[in-house]
């Protein structure tokens, strides 16, 4: 046997050791423990039987930056052994001798990488932001908090996803002290613009239409903070008015029987 064959077959050994040393399988698996993505969940289960491994992982919490970091880290992972590929491709075609030798394993090892190649490019453009349903959250997203109010029943508080360099962020829209007159059932007070970091339990509602350009979301944010007083009324402009108002122009709330269906733009 020639030192080219010899050569050959341990590069492709070495990376038959590449692909099984665990270090695929305990990225996959973090993917799996940081996200319920469903889409990167079965991405991730799908490169892990072009390999012959079966992952056990559950979802845990979610982590933005531990995804990225083993998203990261398995492309790297992926380049050294495409580099030995590389070398092991030159060797074989500077000796027929070696390509009879090498084939099978030759064959089995390319259809390895470039499957590994698909899917970790897959999970590289996934949306790794998700919701606690495990839907992807984009930027202009209508999103909702479950909340209760003093009377213990269940309501959404809305809000719309924007972007910041500290990632993704919810702007809403709430009321600080309420008054109620006499005889009535309207309450109002003062309402205030806010934003907080993004988090999964604000849950997507509605993505953001295709026909929207996000900067006339951020244009109508950026006026309603300017406005120097603003009104929350609890059935004529509540938080999803004016959470709905911002996406698409129009104040509208589905909660409440008693809110107007559709309101012109203020």
Known sequence: MSKNIAKTL????????????????KHLTRILEY???????????R?????????QAQFNFYSNRRLRDSVKALAKHLGGMTCKFTE????????????????SIFEATEYQLISLSNYFALLDKVPTQVDANGEPVKIGDLVAYPCQDDRGRTYDHYGVVIASPQGFRVVHYFSGPTIQ??????????????EVAYSPE????????????????????KVSRDQEKRVWKLFSYNCEHWAREMVSGIPRCTQNPRSRANLEPV
């Open 202 to 221: 604000w849950l997507v509602k509605e993505h953001l239409a295709s026909d929207i350009p996000f900067n006339q979301v951020e244009e109508r944010i």
């Open 88 to 103: 092991a491709i030159q060797l074989r075609a500077n000796e027929p001798q070696c390509t009879e030798w090498t084939q």
């Open 35 to 45: 996200t319920n993505d469903k889409e990167m969940v079965d991405v991730c289960h």
């Open 47 to 55: 490169a892990a039987t072009c390999i012959n491994i079966e992952l």
């Open 181 to 194: 007159a006499a005889n009535t059932l309207l309450k109002q007070g003062f309402g205030y613009v806010h």
């Open 10 to 25: 341990r590069l492709f050994a070495t990376i038959q050791d590449d692909l099984h040393n665990g270090v695929i399988e």
